[in-house]
């Protein structure tokens, strides 16, 4: 470390101003105050700090980088004169010439030695050419300072690389399940499968713009407070690629579903399909329909893991039967089966009031007790995926009308993958 002390004076004559004193940027003449420079290398870096002889701190300078942080802002002419002056003695910069000066302004006096051939002056005129911008000198060109005292060895730390976005750490991305081309139709689970993709994306996304904003942040902290910096960064943590949400993941597990039941229902003679249809003026869709000899029915799918059972609340003389999948009450998705139902009898219209809809549900995934059979809960029936076939093929009235009745949904329920 090393002090130097110029005062304001000498600070102008470097500068190859008229020396006169400075009276309005100081709160006063300050013509034979002294500036204190402290020349010293934080975290690797050749700083010098410049304050008044009463300790307050007027600015810093990296002499490496040029780069000026200011704690007085007011001062940064005279801090910018005082450090070409402080360059020129210490650092092996030279002042202007001669030939960069009017006649009049070379300096005399006691600091006529800093110049070669002085010669004195009648007046002091402004200079015509401005004193050229100060350049960083080339560290790798540089001869040594002998006026700079071997610095004692720091600790090393380690500086991170800087880290860019396309430098982030490459994290392994959740494969998302390829969406379903928007000229599928009739494709069991499309609507759900590309609601999943689109959702998974964007959440992804999300999620890599936050560890790449807290890398952005962690680097320009620890540029602008070495310090400070570097503990802010250890007690902040960093953002993760979490998996994704539950919300999410719900999605993808009903597009499964859904295709399960869409294998199922594959190849079964004497009924019509038709998967994945929207529900008129509405985002939701109806999962299945299947015309039988018996009539329509509208079967939602679900995928739940654990065991399912039906209980009886009614008491002795009434029969209120309520749904539980891994203990916790499901009766309430058979309303949404039910009212799906009515949607199905307005597409229908007049023409087909004779035929019969039933609602089911379909639980994939789910734990059947050994003697499984389906159940009826609120009318719908509840049964398993293999059951299917047996529920829908169920003899009936409408034989010969089973094409005209599915053609009729297909033209009055639009496909989701249209």
């Known amino acids: ?119 004195p002056h009648a007046g002091l005129p402004t200079p015509q050419t401005p004193d050229p911008p100060w350049q960083p000198p080339d560290p790798a060109t540089r001869a040594p300072d002998p006026t700079w005292p071997a610095p004692e060895p720091l600790p090393q730390v380690a500086e991170p690389a800087p880290t ?26 499309a609507s759900a499968q590309n609601e999943y993709h689109r959702r998974s994306e964007r959440e992804l996304a999300t999620k ?21 910096g570097r503990v802010a960064t250890a007690l902040t943590a960093k953002p993760r690629i979490t998996p994704e949400s539950q919300a999410t993941a719900a999605w993808k597990v009903g597009a499964e579903g859904e295709r399960r039941v869409g294998e199922v229902l594959q190849g079964v003679r004497g009924i019509e399909v038709l998967h994945d249809r929207l529900i008129p003026g509405s985002r939701a869709n109806i999962d299945h329909l299947v015309v ?10 679900k995928k739940y893991t654990g ?50 809809i039933r609602g089911v549900l379909c639980f994939i995934g789910a734990k059947w007790p050994l003697m499984k059979h389906p159940h009826r809960v609120n009318g719908v029936v509840v049964v398993w995926p293999k059951g299917l076939p047996k529920v829908v093929t169920a003899s009936g009235a409408l034989d010969d009308r089973v094409a005209d009745v599915a053609e009729q949904l297909r033209s009055r329920l639009r496909s989701a993958g249209q």
């Open 1 to 119: 470390m090393e002090h130097a002390h110029f005062d304001t004076d000498e600070n102008r004559w470097l500068s190859g101003e008229p020396r006169t004193p400075v009276t309005s940027d100081l709160g006063g003449s300050q013509g034979k105050d002294e500036l204190v420079a402290i020349r010293k290398r934080v975290y690797g870096h050749d700083m010098l700090y410049v304050s008044q002889p009463d300790g307050s701190k007027i600015g810093r300078i990296n002499l490496e980088t040029g780069r000026i942080t200011m704690d007085r802002a007011e001062l940064r002419d005279i801090f910018d004169r005082f450090v070409a002056g402080w360059r020129a003695t210490h650092m092996g910069q030279q002042p202007p010439s001669d030939d960069d000066r009017d006649e009049g302004t070379r300096p005399t006096g006691p600091h006529a030695s800093h110049e070669s051939n002085p010669t």
């Open 164 to 189: 860019h976005r396309n430098d982030l750490p490459q994290v392994e991305p959740i494969a998302p399940v390829a969406p379903v081309s928007a000229d599928a139709t009739d494709t069991a689970g």
């Open 208 to 228: 890599h713009q936050k560890v790449a904003d807290d890398a952005q942040w962690r680097q320009q902290i620890k540029a602008e407070r070495p310090v400070m």
């Open 292 to 301: 039988g000899p018996s009539g329509v029915f509208v079967i939602d799918a």
């Open 307 to 356: 065991k399912l059972e039906v209980r009886d609340k009614g008491g002795l003389f009434r029969h209120d039967p309520h749904l539980y999948v891994n203990g916790r009450d499901r009766t309430k998705t058979a309303d949404g089966v039910l009212r799906q139902v009515k949607v199905v009898r307005t597409a229908l219209g007049d023409d087909f009031a004779d035929v019969q």
